[in-house]
Each structure stands twice: as structure tokens, then as C-alpha cells.
């Protein structure tokens, strides 16, 4: 048999297949697209920063509350408080690693090394603004609250963890695996986790909903941030 007639395996991964070109004109597209996504990010945690600094307790922020604490179903108040499980110390630091860790087992190195800094990054820059705005937390007389917490409010850190790193994991899913029953389930389980945990943190009381779209906003920044640096050490270091 002639080494022309072997067939070629299949990776399981995107990475293997021979990448595709984009036209001038749609990469064109992609990059303005871009940079419209990252402006007005930008331009909209901006002015919600500016916002929450000048008014701490916004009148629309107690309204969603209320409006959300006002579900009574049992169903629903188990699903709150779990979909918030995974953000609160020590488990949100054993997940992390635990994502690294799998990455890693299962051969992808850089997208091991790029969630754990997306991580970092995230809880860093979190913690930054929570101490140059210094929001407090939602009060207990004015709307229920799960558990007292000592942190500023403002960004929420759950939700820009959910966003940053549940977000890279979703994207790497995206983008490295092949079509799968697997690859759906992580991508519907990551996206519900991302989608619940805004509402999660105002129905438990430990938000405004202010705090969490700006977590929304400013997670999203990272997670775009970390895309492209993904993409950048992947062609210089990993697909040589």
C-alpha cells in the first residue's frame, strides 16, 4: 500500500485542520466590529462608573431588586444560590485551578495558562475598582440579603469571574473543539452560568443591578482582551 492511500487521522481538535483565510473584506468587518464591541464597552462602563459614583443607591437599582426577590418559588430561589456557589471563596479558587488543571491534562497548554491568567487579571482588576469607588453593598432594611458581606460593591466580582474565565473556557470550547455532544453540553453550561449569575447576585441581595451590568461590561472587556492575547501567544508559541 503506498503511503499516498494511508489515511490521515482526525484530530480532535480545531488546531489541526488546516486554517481557514479570511477575505480583506471580512476581516475588514470582523476588525471594525471589534473595535465598535471594545468602544462601547468601554464608553458604557465609563458612564455608569461616573454614575454610580455620584449616586451609591439609584432608585431603578432597588426597583430590579425588589422586582426579582419578589419570585417566590422554591425551584428558583435553589437555582440562585447555586448558580452563585462557584464565585464565593474557597471553591471559586479550586475551580479555577481545576480548569487549568483539565486544560492542561487534555493537551491544551496555552488555553491552561491563558485561563489562569484571565483569572488574575479578573480578580485583580476587580478588586481595584471596588476600592477606588467604594460602594457599599445593598442594605438589609432596604432589600433582603443572603449574607452580609464586607466587600465594595461595585463591579460585581462574581459576575466579572463568570464572564472573564466561564467565558474563555466557552470561547476555547468554541474554537478548538470539534462539533460534539460535548462540546454543546460545556457550551450551554457555561453560557447558563454566564446568563444566571446577574440575577443570581441581585436575587440574593449582594448587588445592584448597576454592579452587575458593570461587571458585564468590564468582564467582557477582559474576556476580549484575553481572546486575542490567546490567539497572539498561540501563533508564536503553540503552531510553529
Same mark, same amino acid.
Given at each position: 500500500?503506498?503511503?499516498?492511500?494511508?489515511?490521515?487521522?482526525?484530530?480532535?481538535?480545531?488546531? *489541526?485542520?488546516?486554517?481557514?483565510?479570511?477575505?480583506?473584506?471580512?476581516?475588514?468587518?470582523?476588525?471594525?466590529?471589534?473595535?465598535?464591541?471594545? #468602544?462601547?464597552?468601554?464608553?458604557?462602563?465609563?458612564?455608569?462608573? @461616573? @454614575?454610580?459614583?455620584?449616586?451609591?443607591?439609584?432608585?431603578?437599582?432597588?426597583?430590579?431588586?425588589?422586582?426579582?426577590?419578589?419570585?417566590?418559588?422554591?425551584? /428558583?430561589?435553589?437555582?440562585?444560590?447555586?448558580?452563585?456557589?462557584?464565585?464565593?471563596?474557597?471553591?471559586?479558587?479550586?475551580?479555577?485551578?481545576?480548569?487549568?488543571?483539565?486544560?492542561?491534562? #487534555?493537551?491544551?497548554?496555552?488555553?491552561?495558562?491563558?485561563?489562569?491568567?484571565?483569572?488574575?487579571?479578573?480578580?485583580?482588576?476587580?478588586?481595584?475598582?471596588?476600592?477606588?469607588?467604594?460602594?457599599?453593598?445593598?442594605?438589609?432594611?432596604? @432589600?433582603?440579603? /443572603?449574607?452580609?458581606?464586607?466587600?465594595?460593591? /461595585?463591579?460585581?466580582?462574581?459576575?466579572?469571574?463568570?464572564?472573564?474565565?466561564?467565558?474563555?473556557?466557552?470561547?476555547?470550547?468554541?474554537?478548538?473543539?470539534?462539533?460534539?455532544?460535548?462540546?454543546?453540553?460545556?457550551?450551554? #453550561?457555561?453560557?447558563?452560568?454566564?446568563?444566571?449569575?446577574?440575577?443570581?447576585?441581585?436575587?440574593?441581595?449582594?448587588?445592584?443591578?448597576?454592579?452587575?451590568?458593570?461587571?458585564?461590561?468590564?468582564?467582557?472587556?477582559?474576556?476580549?482582551?484575553?481572546?486575542?492575547?490567546?490567539?497572539?501567544?498561540? *501563533?508564536?508559541? #503553540?503552531?510553529?
Amino acid at each position: 500500500m503506498s503511503t499516498d492511500s494511508r489515511k490521515k487521522p482526525v484530530g480532535r481538535r480545531r488546531e *489541526t485542520e488546516k486554517p481557514k483565510t479570511s477575505s480583506p473584506g471580512t476581516q475588514w468587518h470582523r476588525t471594525m466590529l471589534f473595535r465598535v464591541l471594545v #468602544f462601547s464597552a468601554l464608553l458604557g462602563f465609563s458612564t455608569l462608573t @461616573v @454614575v454610580v459614583e455620584t449616586t451609591p443607591l439609584l432608585p431603578i437599582d432597588l426597583q430590579i431588586t425588589r422586582a426579582i426577590q419578589s419570585i417566590d418559588a422554591p425551584v /428558583f430561589d435553589l437555582l440562585m444560590r447555586l448558580v452563585s456557589w462557584a464565585g464565593y471563596l474557597p471553591q471559586s479558587v479550586i475551580i479555577t485551578l481545576l480548569i487549568g488543571f483539565t486544560l492542561y491534562v #487534555f493537551g491544551f497548554r496555552w488555553e491552561s495558562i491563558t485561563a489562569l491568567i484571565t483569572a488574575l487579571v479578573s480578580g485583580v482588576t476587580n478588586e481595584t475598582v471596588k476600592y477606588l469607588i467604594q460602594r457599599p453593598r445593598p442594605a438589609a432594611d432596604l @432589600v433582603d440579603v /443572603f449574607e452580609v458581606l464586607s466587600s465594595y460593591s /461595585f463591579p460585581s466580582g462574581h459576575v466579572m469571574l463568570y464572564v472573564s474565565l466561564f467565558g474563555f473556557v466557552w470561547y476555547a470550547a468554541y474554537a478548538m473543539l470539534k462539533r460534539s455532544l460535548i462540546r454543546s453540553l460545556l457550551l450551554v #453550561f457555561f453560557g447558563v452560568l454566564i446568563s444566571l449569575v446577574g440575577i443570581s447576585r441581585i436575587y440574593l441581595g449582594q448587588h445592584w443591578a448597576s454592579d452587575v451590568l458593570g461587571a458585564y461590561l468590564l468582564g467582557g472587556l477582559i474576556l476580549l482582551g484575553m481572546i486575542l492575547f490567546h490567539r497572539w501567544g498561540k *501563533t508564536r508559541f #503553540f503552531l510553529k
